[in-house]
């Protein structure tokens, strides 16, 4: 059975992105970016929301052939271009990229993934991640908590339906205050 990882960046008090989807209170310090990229190269899966996918494959595609880009970008880019995708969406018609595309039911391909054999799966995106979290299939929540309060915007967590118990396996702090928290689910 694969293990399954829900990780964002999230405000403290609980905010993925602020009204408007304005992400740019979660700039990552160098520290961090390279956190994120590692995460990238360990992934055998990743499982995009529409949102998540549509904000990452407008600019990592091609982002290691823009003038100037910094070596640790076009490393990313490198690795995100080569790390196999899921993209659920009941409104694409199709993806690029080593991506395929789901428009059935998220859940019941995410537990039939879940099952198989192979390496980690990611999923990104709140309202995907929501999903699974309240079909208990989530093994493990890593939060990047960056020290800014949003006040409102699309929350991590909505509603669960029950509570999810965790255990501390990690913490870490990066520059600029961002503190690495990352919790296995206790069956």
Do not use: C
């Not at 052939?65 to 659920?88: C, D, I, N, S, T």
């Not at 800014?148 to 029950?162: K, N, Q």
Request: aromatic share 10%.
């Amino acid at each position: 059975m694969r293990k399954l990882i829900f990780g964002m960046n999230v405000s403290v008090d609980g905010f993925v992105a602020a009204p408007g989807d304005d992400l740019g209170w979660s700039v990552p310090s160098d520290e961090l970016f390279g956190f994120w990229s590692d995460r990238v190269a360990a992934t055998e899966l990743a499982l995009y929301g529409r949102r998540l996918w549509e904000a990452m494959n407008g600019h990592w595609p091609t982002a290691d052939q823009q003038p100037g880009v910094l070596p640790a970008h076009a490393e990313y880019a490198r690795r995100w271009r080569a790390m196999p995708k899921v993209v659920f969406s009941s409104t694409l018609s199709a993806v690029v990229g080593n991506a395929r595309l789901v428009g059935g039911d998220a859940v019941a391909e995410i537990s039939r993934l879940k099952a198989g054999d192979g390496g980690p799966m990611d999923i990104g995106g709140a309202t995907l991640g929501a999903a699974a979290a309240r079909a208990g299939l989530i093994d493990e929540y890593v939060l990047l908590t960056a020290p800014v309060l949003l006040g409102a915007g699309r929350p991590m967590f909505p509603a669960l339906g029950s509570w999810v118990n965790l255990d501390l396996v990690e913490t870490r702090t990066f520059p600029g205050g961002v503190v690495l928290t990352r919790y296995e689910t206790r069956r």
